[in-house]
């Protein structure tokens, strides 16, 4: 059974270091959530290093660049940022969609996941070519965010047909951006593997990103156990499943993409949050409202 609490602090003292999500957590896709920004300033006061654990297929600088100037996202609230987008970006340039690939996603807003990461001493000279050409799928999202994953099936069936293997570099399905909910590379992946066609993931609930995000703890200087670790997050299929399957303890903002679900009016209802994690067969170890 998971413990409903009222802030991170009943528990932050229990644990090192935070994995946070961004979207639904720290900020609304639109402007900074300020009771999370205090809670996490408070935390990184006491001692506590917080690592944000996103599935935005850009690269970490794009993400820093992001939160700070549009969403006003303070430096003081995090110590450093593990992206899909990077560990998308790391498989993609070793080969594993091949060297000929079909991008599908915003050409301006991902323009950086075709930058070469860092951290590789040999990376493979990437090309975008049309779906005919190609030898692989590079996902970051829908051309559309607002339309429905069902229009890229007359693609998919073709990209099917020519085996070509999908990489998805943002797990999750939707996002609200406000009050509007908008399609995530999740489900184009989700739609591809339905029709046949191989997905290949590397945000969260995946491994990569979690190797990534210890590997961000490291690279401050900081050995930290796992028992010591508390993922936070709404997506009960991407930051509740991830931790879980990582064994990590996990904090559920039910009033993120779960609040219709979980009756969260500041906190979610108990009956209607047992009910919810009983459906989706998830047990996170703490549930609350909102991050504060």
């Given at each position: 059974?998971?413990?409903i609490?009222?802030?991170?602090?009943e528990?932050?003292a229990?644990y090192?270091a935070?994995?946070v999500?961004l979207?639904g957590c720290l900020?609304?896709g639109?402007?900074a959530l300020?009771e999370?920004?205090a809670?996490?300033q408070a935390?990184?006061?006491?001692?506590g290093?917080?690592i944000?654990?996103?599935?935005?297929?850009r690269?970490?600088a794009?993400?820093?660049?992001?939160?700070?100037t549009?969403?006003?996202?303070?430096?003081?609230?995090?110590?450093?940022?593990?992206?899909?987008?990077d560990s998308?970006?790391v498989a993609?340039?070793?080969?594993v969609?091949?060297?000929k690939?079909?991008?599908m996603g915003?050409?301006?807003?991902?323009?950086g996941f075709?930058d070469?990461?860092a951290l590789?001493?040999?990376?493979?000279?990437?090309e975008?070519?049309?779906?005919?050409e190609a030898e692989g799928i590079a996902?970051?999202?829908?051309?559309?965010?607002?339309?429905?994953p069902?229009v890229?099936?007359?693609?998919?069936?073709l990209a099917k047909t020519?085996g070509?293997k999908?990489l998805?570099?943002?797990?999750?399905?939707v996002?609200d951006?406000g009050?509007v909910?908008?399609?995530?590379?999740?489900?184009?992946?989700r739609?591809y593997t339905e029709?046949?066609?191989?997905?290949?993931y590397?945000g969260?609930?995946?491994p990569?990103?979690?190797d990534?995000?210890?590997?961000r703890l490291?690279a401050?200087g900081?050995e930290i156990p796992d028992?010591s670790?508390?993922a936070?997050?709404d997506?009960?299929?991407?930051?509740v499943?991830?931790a879980?399957?990582?064994d990590l303890?996990?904090?559920?903002?039910?009033?993120?993409?779960?609040a219709t679900?979980?009756?969260?009016?500041g906190?979610p209802?108990?009956?209607a949050?047992?009910d919810?994690?009983a459906?989706?067969?998830?047990m996170?170890?703490?549930?609350?409202?909102?991050?504060?």
């Amino acid at each position: 059974m998971t413990r409903i609490i009222s802030a991170l602090s009943e528990v932050s003292a229990n644990y090192d270091a935070l994995f946070v999500d961004l979207w639904g957590c720290l900020h609304n896709g639109v402007h900074a959530l300020p009771e999370a920004v205090a809670a996490l300033q408070a935390y990184r006061r006491a001692g506590g290093v917080v690592i944000l654990v996103t599935n935005s297929p850009r690269p970490r600088a794009g993400v820093e660049d992001q939160i700070r100037t549009q969403f006003g996202v303070p430096d003081d609230c995090w110590d450093a940022v593990a992206t899909s987008g990077d560990s998308a970006r790391v498989a993609m340039f070793t080969g594993v969609i091949g060297t000929k690939v079909w991008f599908m996603g915003d050409a301006e807003r991902d323009a950086g996941f075709f930058d070469v990461p860092a951290l590789l001493d040999d990376p493979l000279t990437i090309e975008r070519v049309p779906l005919d050409e190609a030898e692989g799928i590079a996902c970051c999202g829908p051309f559309d965010a607002l339309a429905d994953p069902d229009v890229n099936r007359p693609e998919f069936l073709l990209a099917k047909t020519r085996g070509l293997k999908l990489l998805c570099a943002n797990p999750d399905i939707v996002v609200d951006r406000g009050e509007v909910r908008e399609w995530c590379a999740g489900a184009l992946a989700r739609l591809y593997t339905e029709m046949g066609g191989e997905s290949l993931y590397f945000g969260k609930p995946h491994p990569p990103i979690y190797d990534l995000a210890r590997r961000r703890l490291a690279a401050l200087g900081h050995e930290i156990p796992d028992r010591s670790i508390l993922a936070i997050g709404d997506g009960i299929h991407t930051d509740v499943a991830g931790a879980m399957g990582e064994d990590l303890d996990s904090l559920f903002i039910t009033g993120g993409l779960a609040a219709t679900d979980t009756r969260t009016t500041g906190q979610p209802d108990p009956r209607a949050l047992e009910d919810f994690l009983a459906r989706e067969q998830r047990m996170p170890t703490f549930s609350m409202g909102h991050l504060r």
